[in-house]
């Protein structure tokens, strides 16, 4: 190869840029602006949730939440109501707890410098470069779970991706293939290319190599290893645990309670809680001093935390009849409400479910408290 054709090859961010421009995604909603606030709302609902599935959470969000101002003065009750669905609602308590302090410390200023930006509750290394990508044009590297991947792939590395030692090897990599400068706007470009390509064409199952612009140089292609890389995360045996979900309906409302802040569901709305250990009729009797008729049976549910796995035995149960002082008693941390509204406060994905389930259950039986109005 002479130096001339050498010379003329295209580096690996220049051939993203090129791809990125015709084949990448260049009319989503938080594009096409330079607002940090935007950018990073875009960000954080993006870190575990889908594009499709984040663009109707994230107009709402910026209609009711417009800049930093407005989510600060917002309560986290009215931030998590609108994360609602999303799940992992630490995330929009983040968001809350960030703009707080920007609001408070920055005079509700979004940061320049990526060191500040990188310590604001929920913003790791890669969603900081990313924002100051976006938002400033600078030249840093990203490295989220889809870029992983890409690299991974087409570059061989082998390993589990979220091991330290791997992940320096990553992020060096990172960094070495960034374009040279960012000259018009290929940072942006290129940054957005990463996330595309492992969005769109280097998918986790059945990517598409064929539409991919890094098929001449890609090492998992070339060796047939597409399928083996990345390397999964090392399998650790997880426990499993269980509790009881009490579902108490009540003139076609159903009990929910807060959780406390800390802890699984901290801070979101739930079905009471009980220990499998318990007898249901009791514990609602001396609990919450209500006399209940279990209605029908619903199967158990399993959730999968990252360290242990929940096995929920819902309890439907229809109150006969309750204390008077449940209630007028004004209560903070419990509150009856129909399956509807239910379904738009902030609640656990597993609690979602059980009540859509009770609402419509597959069988195309009645909701199951109609069978029981006479
Ligand atoms: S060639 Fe296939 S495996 Fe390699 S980077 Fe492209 S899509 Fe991914």
Redesign the pocket.
């Known amino acids: 190869m002479d130096f001339h054709h050498f010379h003329c090859m295209p580096t690996f961010a220049a051939k993203l840029i090129r791809w990125q421009k015709l084949h990448g995604r260049n009319h989503l909603p938080w594009q096409n602006t330079r607002d940090p606030y935007a950018i990073w709302v875009s960000e954080i609902m993006l870190q575990q949730t889908q594009v499709i599935t984040v663009v109707p959470y994230y107009l709402r969000f910026l209609q009711c939440f417009p800049d930093i101002k407005s989510l600060a003065t917002a309560s986290v009750d009215e931030v998590l109501a609108l994360w609602s669905g999303l799940g992992y609602y630490s995330r929009g308590r983040n968001l809350h707890r960030a703009a707080c302090f920007i609001a408070e410390a920055h005079n509700g200023i979004f940061p320049r410098d990526i060191e500040v930006i990188q310590e604001l509750p929920g913003i790791g290394r890669s969603t900081a470069a990313a924002i100051a990508a976006f938002a400033y044009g600078e030249r840093r590297a990203i490295l989220d779970g889809n870029v992983k991947r ?1 690299f991974a ?2 570059f061989g590395i082998d390993g589990y991706p979220g091991k330290k030692r791997n992940e320096t090897l990553l992020w060096q990599k990172a960094e070495e293939l960034l374009p040279e400068e960012n000259k018009r706007g290929e940072m942006e470009r290129y940054t957005q290319a990463l996330m595309d ?1 492992g969005a769109t ?2 998918t986790r199952g059945k ?3 064929v539409a ?1 612009p ?2 001449q140089d ?1 090492i ?2 070339r060796d047939n290893r ?1 399928d083996k890389l990345p390397a999964p995360r090392p399998i650790r045996p997880r426990p499993q645990k269980e509790t009881v979900l009490l579902m108490l309906m009540k003139q076609g409302e159903v009990l929910l309670e807060k959780r406390p802040a800390s802890g699984i569901w901290g801070g979101l709305w739930c079905l009471p809680e009980m220990p499998v250990s318990k007898n249901v009729i009791a514990y609602c009797t001396l609990h919450f001093g209500m006399k209940v008729m279990p209605l029908a049976h619903m199967p158990p549910l399993d959730h999968a935390f990252t360290h242990f796995r929940l096995r929920i035995h819902p309890r439907p149960l229809q109150v006969l009849s309750y204390p008077s002082a449940t209630e007028t008693q004004a209560q903070d941390d419990a509150m009856w409400i129909t399956l509807d509204n239910a379904l738009k406060v902030a609640i656990p994905a597993p609690v979602r479910k059980l009540l859509m389930q009770h609402g419509c259950p597959q069988s195309g039986q009645l909701p199951l408290e109609n069978q029981l109005r006479f």
């Open positions: 890409v792939r087409c390509l064409v280097c990517p598409r190599c991919c890094l098929q890609c998992a292609l597409v």
